[in-house]
Structure formats: C-alpha cells, structure tokens
C-alpha cells in the first residue's frame, strides 16, 4: 500500500497558499499571529494574543513508505491519524509525544517539543525530525533537511523548529523518523524509594538493559522494558517485582497520572539524572530515569529556576502560568541576545506567535 | 578550481596587513604556537580532500579555550577571517585554509577531561580522536557510538563540526544524537554553553544547530558527550547476491520487516573485488553485491534478529549466506569494508570519493544512473554504502596525472550528487558540504532557503569571517554556478544580475 502513497499530494488539506498570504499581510502590518493547531497546548508557554493563524486545515499523510522508516506528513494531520497508520505496519513514533487531546497536531507536537517516557531511552522530538517546510515571518516557504536520515547540507534548521513553539516559523510539514515497534514489552512496579530508585537506575543504566520507561510516582519505581523476547524476559526476571499492566505507561505518556492531577501550577524540572532533586517544592513524580520531575512550589519563580539552574538543568512553569509572567528558565543576556537576532534572521517583523516562548522574543 | 578563493562569488574581506596581523596573534599565543612560515605551514594546506590546497596568512595552534579566545578577537577586530580544523581529515575541504586567512587549528586542545560513568557522559577537548572517547570509556562497559571509518585519526571537535556519522549510525544515531553539551566560542571571543548536562535545555535548541555547522557559526572548545553501555554480544553476516538489484531489495525488505540492524554494509561488485584482493575478507568474487549485517544486543535476541535477517536474504535471492563464527572472521568480514577506499589504489592511481544519501527504495534505479553516469564520463565507479540509511559513497576512479581525469571526476561526481537530490535525497550524508560541494548547494536548496542560511550565519557572526566560502554558497556563486542548470524545470536565480 505504502508506495501508491508516495510523493502524491493530494490537493485537498493544502492550505499552504493562504497561510502564506495571512503572514505577508500580517508581516507588511506589523500585526502579530498566534499559530493554532489542535488548540491542545494553549496551557503551555507564554500566552500570546495576535491574531489566530490556524494550521488545522492543512492536512493528510503525504508520503508513508514503511521500508524507508519515515512518514511525511503536513503539521495539522491530527497526531492520532499518524499514530494510526504507523500501528498499521508496526511502527510508531520513538519519542512518544503526549496524547493531550484528539484534535493533538503533528505540528503542535513539533513546535512544543514535548516527549515522553521514550525520551532518555530512543531520543526526543528533535533527535527524530529529518525535514520540515516552514512558513518564514515573510511567508515564504523554505525547506530544509529532507526525508532521509543521513543529511548533513545546510543548517539544520528543521531540528531548531523543534520546542521553539512557532516563534521561528510556521511548521507546514514535517518528516519523521519511525521506529518499529518493539517486539515484546513489559511493565513492572518496584517498592523502592525514590533516592533509592534514582541509584539503582544509575547503576543499572550502565549496563545494556532494554529500558523503555523509569518513573517515579512518589511511592514506586515503575518500569517499562520493550526489546526482544530473551533481554527482555532476562531482565524482568533479573530486577523482580509486580508485574503491571502495559496500559499505565498511557497515563504517564499522556500526563494523565494521578500524582500529577490537581489544578494548581505545575513545575518540569530538567536535571541531569544522576543530580539530587533541588529543594524548592514537593516533588510529585519522576520520570526518564529521573531526569524529570514533576513539583509543586510555593516558592518564586526565581527561586525555583536558581535551584533547577544550579543542580545543572531548568525549570518550567508547565501548567498554571498567570498574566505576561515568564514561563521557562530565563536566559543569559549573550543567550537571549543570540535568541533574539535568531529570530529576526527568521521572521523580522516579530509576527509569528511573539511572546509564546519568552517575553522578549 | 575551487580551491582557489573568490571574493566576487565568496565574500569580500578587507586588506590586512600581514604583518600587523602577525603581531596581533603573537599577543595571543606564544612563539611556539604561532606558525606563519611557508614551509612549517605546508602540513596544514590541505585537510582530507587532499586535491585541493591552499596556504593561510599564519596558523594558530591555542592549548586552551582563553587563548582560542584571544585569537578570536584579534581575528574579528581586523576583520580577518578564520578556519577552525580539528585532525584535518574531513573530506570535503571543511578545513582548507584560503590565502590571508587564519587556520586555528584546535589539535592541542587533546585532553579528556572528566569520564562520569553514572552520568554515562565523557566531557572532553576538541582535539581529542573519536576513537580514543571509547578506548578510555571501555575499563567503565561503555562506549561512544558514531563511528566515522576515520575514527582513528578524526577529532570529535571535527565530528561535532559535520555531523559525523558512521557505520552504525542506523542504530545509534549521528553525532547530533550523541552530544549532550558543547562550549563554544563565538567570532567575538564570547563564550557560551549549548545545550545542558539534562536532557534538554531552555530556549532553541542550538545543540541541534551547532551540529554540522562545519565551523560557519562558532568554534567549539569543549564537547560533552552521551556514552552508551557496550552491546552483550554482536553478531555479523556476510550476504552474497547475484545482482545488486536483489541486495537492495534486500535492504528494504530488512527494514520493512521491523529488524533495525546495527550496521547494514553493502559493496558492489567493483568494490568487494578490490576489497577481497587487499584484505582477503572472504568476499565471494563472483557476487555483484554483498551485504555485512551485524545485529547487537542480548544474545538470544541478536541470534534471533540475525535468523530474521538471513530468511530476509534467502527470499530475496542470497547466493550465500555466512555467519561469522568468531571474533577472527568477525574482524576479517568488516577488514574487508574499512579497507575499501584504499583497496581502490589497485584499481587506479586515484579515487574521488562522493557521499550522497536516498531513499532506500531508489537504491536500485540510483545503481543504474551511477552506471550510466560512469559510462557517459568514461570513468568506472565502484559503490560502497551505508545501504541500511541510504548514504551512497560511490568511489570514481581516475588518474590525476592524465590530462583532463581529475575535472572529469568532479563533473562525474557533481553529476551523481545531482541525481540523488532528483531522486529525494541530499547532496552530502555524512562529509559535510565544505568546499567540495559548495555548489551542488544551489542545485539542493531555493534563494530563499540560502538567504535564511546566510541570515542564521549572520546572527552568529556578521562580518561572515567564520569559514567564509564554505558550506553555505553566496547567492552570486549560485547566479554563475546556477546559470548551468535548470532546477524543478525552471531556471534558477532568475532576478539576479549575471555576471
């Protein structure tokens, strides 16, 4: 089926040509946009409030070949569609982005950059993009990369739309790397403390051992092995404990577990997994080994970001945000100065979704 | 020739006195480390694209990051343009030096400066050989993965400059999926830290745009990177084909079926003959194609991974399939690979290696324009690949010293680098465009593409004096070059003045 896919796009889900038009006019009148996919993320990152640029109408799977490992695939193809049609033939995104919601965009999942448990064990959004073709802050269509994995002409300006929460350009399409779904899985729960835990991995980490999965949940190491038959079943039997169902992996991917529930602010804390956890607030859960963790604060924001900062990571304001205040670590005045002359190489007029990642940007 | 530098297709620089820019740099550095005569500096003319050679105004030989630094800002207050190299084995002229500019090579910043086992990183200098992260990783089971066939002799500063591959890379991914952290410093002398000891970092991810930025955006002085646990076992087989179709079937068919091989080697009939008489690998010669596959991992599950892959093989025509039964034959099968390129030296007095990458399935329809390219130029081409993630090197052997054969190579190859991006692919998988291919950019990417390239460059370093006419082309170069060729049917660079 795969090859009839190929290279022929289909004319309906191309809207290309109108979001281009919308940033040209948006750019000659100085007038910011807020570029929507799903609409799922609007709780992440700064708000920002031009006028709504919606990608959802610019749709389909443009190339899917499964002997080539990559679907191509336009930014507001519904994350759902994709991960439908790569089940189909056993593959499936490596980097297991959260599910947040049905109308999720491939685009939205790029431009937030957000992985899963996956993460520390097959690589991140990033580590996965080969190509994209942006709308630039003139409207003009570039593409960079392609939809090979080996590519190393020009810049790669496609992994630098990953995270940058459309403050680079306008994600039209992008290609990923696929990976085949693992042959055998299995999840287990472990009573063991979370210093405890967060040791133990260390040591284990360092030896070839199939991990998919290692969270926390404040009580419990749970984890996830997906692999080949022998090292997966040599392993489990290795480390022990409860044998759990698969399907609480889901919660954790789609932040759906219950340490994490409640309404108020929620702070990602990335830290080099060996680190102690800062103390500035209750930790919830971990998760990728214990590079994650999940907190609630009190403390300023300043607070949390200086202690994050010294345990040699950061701290993010992931949900709960209120007003202008900024969300993610702040930068050094040479690093956001670099930031701020990048994205006007990109986009001049300051129109594609300003204020979405830090104030000043 | 493009060895020769251009200011009208390249960029402009002001005069500067040598002299002055001499007393500059011996500010900078001691005496010792500051070369500036023809003749000490004649080991630095070329890098490993050795048909292109060119002296610098003085090399630059810094022992630390402040004297980098220092070096740096004298570059960038008189306005003089500098070239980072690492062990100078880049193949696509990265680190060719042009008249009146600075080399500043980083070979004595050589030094591993901290191996976590826990953390699973090792934090080292620029100058430091690939090869020798792994060797002092091994005593803690661990190992640094991309595994450029140079890895002997090539730096990892080098390696992070062009996105070093490797031969299982399919598996473990390029030097970008490798690094954690750099230490860079900008034209300016500044520096900044990219990147993070955790698994991401705030703000864009600029680890991901300093890879493969072949020095254009700024230097690096210190490299974090990610070790891995060495494999339980590894496993690898030797499979013969009659016809290279069948081998490239082959290959698809492997990756279809959900085996992601560690390594996935293919060498054509031209190549495996020549490989077989110089390192006696055991190579049938009478196969058109074979293919090294080698699964690693637990070892029932590499075992297993290997029967997939030789019911795969036997399906899709294998002539014969072996298993490598020891280490011994192990090393024998993959002697036989690494020895290709100089197993081309008793083919020819010459070979000019080329490093495209496609689409697996093209793989086939890619043999036969190779062929047919070969044919039109009047020079054979042997074909070497990394067939698991399509990157083509397809060796063209020539005679430099027959009149004509070295231009011939260079229009065969711009020939074959041109129909890979026909085919969907890229004009460079793993060598970086560098000097070598600075043209067959403009065929790869749009005005408005380079323009956002240039822009990028700018934000790092406006006066262009990182490593100026290399890797990203000026729109002038593609307006003389471009006039050529005629792209997606129409003609390139249409509003632009011609000269």
């Not at chain 2, 495996?272 to 637990?298: K, S, V």
């Amino acid at each position: 089926m795969p090859t009839s896919l190929a290279s022929e796009p289909r004319a309906t889900g191309d809207i290309a040509a109108a979001l281009s038009e919308s940033i040209r006019r948006a750019a000659a009148e100085r007038a910011a946009l807020a570029i929507t996919g799903g609409d799922t993320k609007a709780f992440y990152g700064r708000s920002t409030d031009g006028e709504p640029l919606s990608i959802a109408g610019h749709r389909g799977i443009v190339a899917y070949d499964p002997s080539e490992l990559v679907v191509v695939a336009r930014a507001g193809t519904p994350l759902a569609e994709v991960e439908t049609a790569l089940a189909a033939n056993g593959q499936q995104l490596a980097f297991e982005p959260p599910r947040l919601g049905p109308a999720s965009t491939l685009g939205g999942v790029v431009a937030s950059g957000l992985s899963g448990p996956r993460r520390p064990f097959a690589g991140a959004v990033r580590d996965c993009v080969l190509g994209a073709t942006i709308l630039d802050g003139h409207g003009r269509q570039l593409r960079f990369g392609g939809q090979v994995f080996k590519n190393v002409a020009g810049f790669d300006l496609f992994r630098l739309m990953a995270g940058a929460l459309g403050v680079l350009g306008v994600i039209l399409e992008v290609s990923i790397r696929l990976a085949p779904a693992p042959r055998r899985e299995a999840a287990l729960a472990l009573e063991t403390p979370s210093a405890d835990a967060r040791r133990k991995l260390a040591e284990l980490m360092r030896r070839p051992v199939p991990l998919s999965g290692a969270f926390h949940d404040g009580r419990q190491l749970h984890l996830r092995l997906s692999g080949g038959e022998a090292g997966v079943e040599a392993i489990s039997r290795e480390l022990g404990g409860e044998s759990e169902d698969l399907a609480f992996w889901d919660a954790v991917r789609d932040l759906r577990h219950p340490a994490l529930a409640g309404d108020g602010p929620l702070w990602r804390l990335s830290l080099p997994q060996s680190a102690p956890i800062p103390p500035v607030g209750e930790a919830l859960a971990w998760d990728w080994a214990g590079a994650l963790v999940w907190m609630r604060s009190d403390l300023a924001p300043e607070q949390i970001w200086r202690g994050a900062g010294a345990a040699g990571g950061h701290a993010t304001l992931f949900r709960g945000a209120s007003g202008g205040a900024e969300v993610f670590q702040p930068l050094a005045p040479a690093m956001l100065a670099l930031h701020q002359r990048l994205k006007a190489a990109l986009d001049p007029a300051g129109v594609l979704n300003p204020g979405r990642l830090y104030g000043a940007l | 020739m493009l060895d020769r530098f251009e200011s009208r297709l390249d960029g402009e620089f002001a005069e500067v006195d040598r002299a002055r820019l001499l007393e500059r740099l011996a500010a900078a550095l001691p005496p010792h480390r500051l070369i500036a005569t023809p003749e000490s500096m004649r080991p630095y003319e070329t890098d490993g694209l050795a048909a292109y050679r060119s002296l610098p105004a003085a090399v630059a030989l810094p022992a630390d990051a402040d004297e980098a630094g220092a070096v740096l800002r004298a570059c960038r207050e008189l306005g003089v343009p500098v070239v980072a190299r690492g062990a100078g084995t880049g193949l696509s002229g990265g680190a060719l030096p042009f008249p009146g500019c600075v080399l500043l090579a980083l070979g004595k910043l050589n030094r591993i400066l901290e191996i976590d086992p826990l953390a699973r990183t090792a934090r080292v200098q620029p100058g430091v050989r690939n090869l020798a992260i792994s060797e002092a990783a091994k005593p803690y089971g661990l190992f640094y993965a991309p595994d450029p066939s140079s890895q002997l002799a090539c730096s990892i500063g080098g390696n992070v400059a062009e996105n070093a591959g490797g031969v299982h890379c399919l598996k473990y991914g390029l030097t970008v999926h490798n690094i954690v952290k750099l230490e860079a410093l900008t034209i300016e002398g500044e520096r900044l830290t990219i990147g993070s000891d955790a698994l991401d970092a705030p703000g864009f991810d600029l680890l991901a745009l300093l890879t493969g930025s072949e020095g254009l955006l700024a230097v690096v002085t210190e490299i974090t990177v990610r070790l891995l646990p060495i494999p339980a076992d590894v496993k690898t087989l030797l499979v013969a084909f009659p016809d290279a179709r069948c081998a490239a079937q082959a290959v698809a068919d492997i990756i279809a079926a959900g085996v992601i091989p560690a390594g996935l080697e293919m060498m054509d009939a031209l190549a495996l003959r020549a490989a077989e008489r110089f390192a006696h690998a055991g190579y049938p010669e009478d196969a058109d194609a074979i293919l090294i596959c080698e699964c690693d991992g637990h070892a029932g599950d590499a075992g297993a991974e290997l029967e997939r892959l030789a019911d795969i093989c036997r399906a899709a025509g294998a002539s014969l399939i072996r298993l490598a039964k020891d280490e011994a034959e192990r090393t024998r099968m993959w002697a036989g690979r690494k020895g290709a390129f100089p197993a081309m030296g008793r083919l020819a007095p010459d070979y000019y290696c080329i490093d495209g990458t496609i689409p697996r399935r093209r793989l086939p329809d890619v043999l036969e324009g190779i062929a047919e390219l070969s044919r039109v130029h009047g020079l054979a081409v042997a074909n070497v690949f990394h067939a698991g993630d399509g990157n083509l090197h397809p060796l063209i052997l020539y005679d430099a010293q027959a009149p004509g054969q070295l231009e011939r190579a260079e229009t065969l190859g711009g020939a074959i680098l041109e129909l890979c991006v026909e085919v969907g692919g890229t004009i460079t998988g793993e060598h970086g465009v560098g000097r070598e291919k600075i043209n067959q950019m403009c065929v790869q990417f749009s005005e408005a593409e380079l323009t956002a390239f240039a822009a990028i460059k700018a934000a790092f370093d406006p006066a262009g004096l990182l490593n100026p006419g290399k890797a990203i082309p000026t729109l002038a170069r593609c307006a003389e070059f471009g006039a050529m060729h005629v792209h997606h049917g129409e003609t390139r660079f249409a509003d632009l003045p011609r000269f």
